[in-house]
């Protein structure tokens, strides 16, 4: 193990220390990172020891390309050439490091695609490449690295859709898609990505309403979707990621009521969901104690408590359950009643009717009364 890292050293114009340690022949670390040597790697690095694990340049003031030579250290488990200037694109060599674990290549101004030759890399566990200039699609053939735990690719130029491979990562822990201009929504199927740890889709394009199974994520710390268009309500279904500590959902067309669910997330720390057009009461309990009004601007009706700077809920005097009652005696009960009053009119009215007919009219009992007078006379 050589480790030089964190001194002032520079690099001759031959790279000539580089060209001597080809004869180390055992050697397995190499850590030049952190001094100033403002210079591009030589061929010449090709040359060094197959035996070679962990290769580390970063923040090393690297210039130009990544020399296609690289290929030859296909014992290299760590290839680290992060923080540096570089230019041009992935080299296709890189399918030859057939053993490589981690690929750290973030902020090193690369162009470009992620091409295929990275897919080869089949024991990939990290593979960083944030903050660069990298463009075109995220290719799907990612989804084949079942190795894979740590997808960094925020910070590009990537237009595409997120591809649906991705989704089949099932052991991944991290994934950083952030400040592209992805299209497309989130799919259901997010919710393979059982054992997720941190997800950051934030500052794309993507749309459509966030899928209630994102609440599967059960071991999820950090979730971030903010700077979209999503919209519809916030999932109840969050109230089951139990592991949560940073939420953030601000800035998209979000409506609805922040669900009070949500009080049941202990480890709830970071919340933002300023910028929407949600309504109805802001949650008191639980973490939404601790949360400031900045978690909150700028949103269509929030209402709760004036330290979060929106205005006070309504209380209403009238109780559900009353507020029914109050409806029936004013709007249903009325017609009802005189419904049935018209009824007993009608009913009052035939059954007269009736008793009139069967009763025998006066100008006929006058007669009969007549003559039993009549024949009681005639006895006597």
Request: proline share 6%.
């Amino acid at each position: 193990m050589l480790n030089l890292r964190d001194n002032n050293l520079t690099a001759d114009e031959e790279w000539g220390f580089l060209s001597s340690l080809t004869n180390c022949r055992e050697i397995e670390v190499l850590n030049l990172g952190d001094n100033p040597l403002s210079s591009s790697l030589p061929p010449s690095i090709g040359n060094l020891s197959t035996s070679l694990q962990k290769f580390d340049m970063y923040n090393s003031k690297l210039m130009g390309n990544v020399p296609l030579e690289i290929g030859n250290l296909n014992g290299l488990i760590l290839l680290g050439l992060s923080d540096n200037d570089l230019n041009g694109s992935i080299p296709v060599t890189v399918e030859k490091l057939w053993n490589l674990q981690g690929l750290f290549f973030h902020n090193t101004n690369l162009q470009g695609s992620i091409l295929y030759e990275v897919c080869q890399l089949k024991n990939l566990v990290d593979l960083e490449l944030n903050d660069n200039k990298l463009s075109g699609d995220i290719p799907a053939c990612l989804g084949s690295l079942v190795s894979l735990r740590n997808l960094q690719l925020g910070s590009n130029r990537f237009t595409s859709s997120i591809p649906e491979s991705l989704w089949n990562l099932t052991y991944i822990l991290e994934v950083n898609l952030s400040s592209n201009s992805l299209t497309g929504s989130l799919p259901s199927d997010v919710q393979n990505l059982r054992v997720l740890v941190g997800l950051d889709l934030s500052r794309n394009q993507l749309s459509g309403e966030i899928p209630v199974t994102v609440g599967d994520l059960k071991n999820l710390a950090s979730l971030s979707l903010a700077y979209k268009r999503f919209e519809g309500p916030i999932p109840n279904s969050f109230n089951t990621m139990v592991s949560l500590e940073s939420l953030d959902l601000s800035d998209n067309n979000l409506t609805g009521e922040i669900p009070k669910s949500l009080e049941a997330l202990q480890y709830l720390k970071h919340f933002n969901v300023s910028h929407n057009r949600l309504e109805g009461e802001i949650p008191d309990k639980g973490p939404f104690r601790n949360f400031s009004a900045e978690s909150f601007i700028g949103n269509y009706a929030l209402c709760g408590s004036s330290q979060l700077q929106v205005p006070p809920c309504k209380n209403n005097s009238i109780k559900p359950s009353n507020t029914t009652a109050k409806i029936v005696l004013k709007f249903i009960l009325p017609p009802i009643l005189l419904i049935i009053l018209v009824a007993i009119v009608i009913i009052s009215f035939i059954r007269c009717r009736s008793q009139s007919e069967n009763y025998p009219a006066q100008e006929d009992l006058l007669p009969l009364a007549a003559w039993a007078r009549t024949s009681y006379l005639e006895i006597e």
